[in-house]
């Protein structure tokens, strides 16, 4: 038997869950360093994962607390792919990465661990990064601690934003 340790998971696993959205996020910006907030659009942000597949690996949410891809408006649905875009280009720049997998898990028989609020995933990918380790061998690597990509990648979004008027624009 293979093991990886992680012991900055405990406080994850024994700590107390939260009983609100996790993506549903307050108005005021206060907590969007603690809670990896990188971007907020018009009806869409960008999130960090905080038990990422990969290192970089962020979200797109749109604010609205739907399920169903369907269920997106349209002008949700347009915001949510230009974000996609623009994070495409901040992630390929920043981690030099050779891909990126874009996904989105709807409902939980499709993978999706939170499955009440609609998700894209962009994950950093590399060529011989992680390979099939996490399929096979059930193991993740991360080379950086959480913190550190959310402060190297705060100011691209930021100088982003200001050299196109949003992310979406």
Not at 15 to 28: I, Q, R, T, Y
């Amino acid at each position: 038997m293979k093991q990886l340790w992680t012991p900055w998971r405990i406080a994850y696993i024994l700590g107390p869950k939260p009983d609100a959205c996790v993506f549903c996020l307050p108005e005021h910006t206060e907590e969007d360093a603690e809670r990896l907030v990188l971007y907020r659009g018009r009806r869409a942000f960008v999130i960090m994962n905080k038990f990422p597949y990969s290192n970089g690996h962020i979200m797109v949410c749109p604010y609205r607390h739907v399920m169903q891809l369907a269920d997106l408006e349209r002008a949700e649905t347009h915001e949510i792919m230009d974000i996609m875009q623009a994070c495409t280009k901040i992630l390929k720049q920043h981690f030099t990465c050779e891909g990126i997998n874009i996904g989105l898990n709807q409902g939980q028989a499709a993978g999706a661990g939170i499955r009440e609020h609609l998700h894209f995933h962009l994950v950093p990918r590399w060529n011989g990064d992680s390979s099939f380790m996490a399929v096979m061998d059930e193991v993740r690597t991360i080379p950086q601690y959480l913190e550190e990509t959310y402060a190297a990648l705060k100011p691209q979004f930021t100088d982003a934003v200001m050299a196109g008027g949003g992310l979406g624009a």
